[in-house]
């Protein structure tokens, strides 16, 4: 069975979501992007983290955020720690995304 994530040529995974934001809500929304960047930061495996607005060009993706982290098993350690902070926040990212009119393409990528 394959991994979803990659092996080669090198064991980084990237984490790269981009976000069509309506641009009143786009400072709220960055916020809360670079809160659970903050978070990302801490947790061991996480090589780079970045929250990016569009400063030109014509894609309609204004928001992107990209994490670089060491292996699949940081992937899924972190995915554990931020599923239980956003439960002790009460916070809903897919209805906060969706109540803010936010469309949204998300993926796990690798080096080639």
Known sequence: MSSA????PSDSVFRI????????VVPSFVAQMQRVQQTLHTLPGCLRNHV???TGGSGEFNVITLVEWASEQAVAAAQAV?????LDEGFDP???????GVRADMGFYGSV
Do not use: G, I, R, Y
């Open 82 to 86: 931020v599923k239980k902070k956003f």
């Open 5 to 8: 994530f990659p092996t080669s």
């Open 52 to 54: 990016l607005t569009q």
């Open 94 to 100: 897919v209805a906060f995304v969706a109540q803010n």
């Open 17 to 24: 979501d981009k976000f069509v934001v309506p641009a009143e």
